[in-house]
């Protein structure tokens, strides 16, 4: 349920109006925007009487929320969230864009891939040290390793890290992490979200290659159910019927779609949508052109030797010249490259 309350309200009624909505067992989530401030009632609403509350002199207007996902919604929080990682910032009009490899293989490989993301404008390094794949016998990433070259990628370019989390046991090797990846495979791993969640860093979270787009924000809402308010959204591609010349198929479409449902950033990946470099530079054209807040792209120094994703990672040089178009479309749209 949301209640929107009349401007210039009085503190005292506002308070006693928030006071008795508790004590009928509602958690209320108080959204002060620069127009008017929002109550968004969460809990079993079947028994509060609209009409009653709609009587307060204070109370502009009350309706009845249908989405399951409350604090993810833009009812309960109309203006755009602003994601911090580090320095950068993320939704609002501010753009991010994070590149690095898929999995990250050894210090040389790590230091000289962000070496160049950074010197083509990246704001956030990512590679994956954990890595979630299909076969048990592929390269299942470096582990703890992997997380410390990350760190000292970051040291040498002050680039914000981001990379995967597959299970809690590990959070402790994440302390130095900027903001933690929930793979696309992990969107529902609920415990894992609730634990995620209780760690004060920024969320990534990827959409499951087979959720629809209420089952992912619904894993937003474990999130920030569990009191992390700081998620952004990444669409990743998801499951239709060709999977011979796309490895998934990018549903550009769910950008200004969650865009109205909700009030987190969201950004696209090109690069697990599709499966191939060729395609990654005109699908992250068409994803700032739909309103994306930002792009996660895979980068290697040497593609075809990489150990995971090398078909769709571009070369140094190819993001670099990626970046340079990326900036002319994000500024005409309106918006601000970190
Ligand atoms: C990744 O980012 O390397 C990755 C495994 O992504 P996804 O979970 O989207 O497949
Ligand atoms: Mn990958």
Not at 247 to 270: E, F, M, W
């Amino acid at each position: 349920m949301i209640i929107t309350l009349k401007s210039n309200q009085n503190t005292p009624k506002r308070e006693s109006l928030i006071s008795w909505l508790k004590s009928q067992g509602m958690r209320v989530e108080i959204s002060e925007g620069e127009h008017q401030t929002i109550l968004g009632l969460i809990g079993d609403t079947s028994k509060i009487d609209t009409d009653l509350i709609c009587s307060v002199d204070i109370v502009e207007s009350v309706s009845r929320v249908s989405e399951p996902f409350k604090k993810a919604s833009r009812k309960f929080h109309p203006d755009n969230t602003v994601v911090k990682v580090g320095s950068t910032r993320i939704g609002n009009g501010h753009f991010a864009v994070m590149a690095g490899p898929c999995s990250v293989e050894n210090e040389a490989q790590v230091l000289t891939i962000a070496r160049a993301v950074k010197a083509a404008g990246a704001s956030l390094f990512r590679g994956g040290a954990y890595k979630p794949r299909t076969s048990p016998y592929a390269f299942q990433g470096l582990g703890k390793e992997g997380i410390d070259l990350l760190i000292k990628a970051k040291k040498e370019t002050g680039m914000p890290i981001v990379t995967e989390i597959m299970d809690a046991a590990h959070l402790r090797f994440f302390d130095d992490v900027d903001m933690l990846q929930i793979g696309a495979r992990n969107m529902q791993n609920f415990e894992l979200l609730k634990q995620v969640a209780k760690v004060n860093k920024p969320v990534l979270l990827k959409r499951g290659m087979n959720s629809s787009i209420e089952e992912w924000l619904m894993s937003a809402e474990y999130l920030m159910s569990e009191g992390n308010p700081n998620v952004v959204l990444c669409e990743r591609g998801i499951r239709t019927t060709d999977s011979k010349y796309t490895r998934n198929t990018l549903d550009l479409s769910a950008i200004p779609v969650v865009g109205k449902l909700s009030h987190l950033p969201i950004i696209v990946d090109p690069s697990h949508a599709t499966g191939r470099r060729d395609l990654v530079e005109s699908m992250s054209l068409g994803a700032i052109a739909v309103g994306s807040n930002g792009l996660q792209i895979e980068v290697h120094n040497q593609p075809e030797k990489a150990l995971c994703d090398g078909a769709q990672s571009l070369a140094p040089e190819q993001f670099a010249s990626l970046m340079t178009k990326a900036r002319t479309f994000i500024q005409a749209t309106g918006r601000e490259l970190n």
